[in-house]
């Protein structure tokens, strides 16, 4: 019987003891339940393209997978993709018609705008994305845009000796908006800015995939892919991948000649001129024969 005692004792010691009301009466106050962390595991289906002479685009597939440390959280999980080329000055210039004839009256020289920008998504861009994100990642075509330009621009100030928190962004981007825009619908339609809503797949809220295509006129250097996840219009993570576009054979070595011994190509350039030249009126003697 003592033994059967001092084991029921144990047990109530070992058990829990009940929860107390705090001295003014309330209940202790629940733990906080924390957010389901959400993270994205990509993958490339290649990270180099090679430009040759019979280079007519590539497609680059873009896939990935949700990573949680718990079970997902209630609402709609919403997935954007984009790539961007290496950026650039560009140089628009509006065209006039002046006593009958086009001329080239205006321009306005862009600091830095991407060669290739695509934005994928798995619904409509202005519903997945609120404008404080887009604000915040530039992730819309005229947003990244802008941004790179804002950039740019204080750069530029910044080593004229300005004062980099004095930079007069708003009539830099005021005189650039116009033409901005005007690029940016140019650009469109030669397919260089590209926006392809639901063009990205989303299974089971975990796994997703993008296509996206590579135009032929590809500017050879490094494109960056981005990956957001969305919830409620919000971008809850973001991952990046590289891709190296180079050209390569005879293009290549054509490329570095021309940029590294300038004058040796200008005179193998002659050559070949002459050469083309002489065969093609040797040719018409021949047939005239």
């Given amino acids: 019987m003592r033994r059967i005692a001092f084991l029921l004792a144990l047990t109530c ?3 829990p003891a009940p929860a107390q009301e705090a001295p003014g009466g309330d209940a202790p106050a629940a733990p906080p339940v924390e957010t389901p962390v959400e993270t994205i595991v990509s993958g490339l289906s290649q990270n180099r393209v090679a430009i040759t002479a019979n280079f007519d685009g590539d497609e680059i597939l873009v896939y ?14 919403d997935v954007i993709v984009t790539a961007e080329g290496p950026s650039g000055p560009v140089t628009v210039r509006r065209k006039e018609r002046v006593a009958g004839i086009w001329i080239n009256k205006d321009s306005v020289n862009i600091s830095s705008a991407p060669s290739f920008y695509a934005v994928a998504t798995t619904g409509r861009l202005n519903e997945i994305l609120s404008a404080e994100e887009n604000r915040k990642h530039a992730i819309s075509i005229d947003q990244l845009v802008h941004l790179e330009a804002a950039d740019a621009a204080m750069q530029t100030w910044v080593a004229r000796g300005g004062d980099p928190d004095s930079v007069p962004m708003f009539p830099i981007l005021l005189a650039e908006g116009e033409f901005i825009r005007s690029m940016i619908r140019v650009r469109t339609g030669e397919g260089r800015y590209r926006l392809l809503e639901n063009r990205v797949q989303l299974s089971e809220q975990t ?3 993008a296509d996206l295509t590579l135009p032929s006129n590809l500017t050879e250097g490094v494109y960056r892919v981005r990956m957001f996840l969305l919830r409620d219009g919000r971008v809850i993570a973001n991952h990046e991948r590289w891709i190296r576009v180079r050209k390569e054979g005879l293009e ?3 490329f570095n000649l021309s940029r590294e011994q300038p004058l040796l190509y200008g005179l193998l350039s002659l050559a070949i001129a002459a050469f083309a030249g002489w065969g093609a009126s040797a040719a018409a003697r021949l047939i005239r024969r």
């Fill in 13 to 15: 010691l070992a058990a």
């Fill in 64 to 77: 990935g997978a949700v990573r949680r440390d718990a079970p997902a959280p209630e609402g709609r999980l």
């Fill in 207 to 209: 796994l997703f995939r």
């Fill in 252 to 254: 290549r070595m054509v």
